[in-house]
């Protein structure tokens, strides 16, 4: 288990919208919003390249800690105010999706 504030610490991750220093249980990755939906578990953080308004409903259904945007991918204007209306943490990285993974793995998992 870690928390938001060490993944953004790690990662060096940009914040678009902070809530809460809220855990995370496990992670997720997946772009495919229908797959999310039905194998992301609750208090995951969920890393996608998806940036429109129905990452935040997905992220809802899942009870999602926080969605990581990978691969510098910037988050549309109806994304960042649904997640600031639904205190949703939205993060971005620079990171491709497997560096991204695999810097959690290195940093945050195996020093668990």
């Known amino acids: 288990m870690t928390t938001i ?3 953004i610490d790690v990662l060096e991750l940009t ?15 997946g772009d495919l919003l ?9 208090h995951n953080c969920w890393l996608t390249v998806m940036n429109n308004i129905n990452v935040c409903a997905v992220a809802s259904l899942t009870e999602s800690s926080c969605v990581i945007l990978c691969e ?3 988050p549309d204007e ?3 105010q649904k997640a600031i209306q639904q205190n949703l943490c ?5 990171l491709p999706l497997f560096e ?4 959690i793995t290195e940093n945050i998992l195996n020093a668990c």
């Open 100 to 103: 991204a993974a695999k810097s």
């Open 72 to 74: 510098g991918v910037q």
């Open 34 to 42: 229908s797959w999310v939906m039905g194998k992301a578990d609750t």
């Open 15 to 29: 914040v678009f919208n902070f809530t809460e220093d809220a855990k995370i249980d496990s992670f997720y990755i």
């Open 90 to 94: 939205l993060l971005g990285c620079r």
């Open 5 to 7: 504030k060490k993944l």
């Open 78 to 80: 109806s994304l960042k």
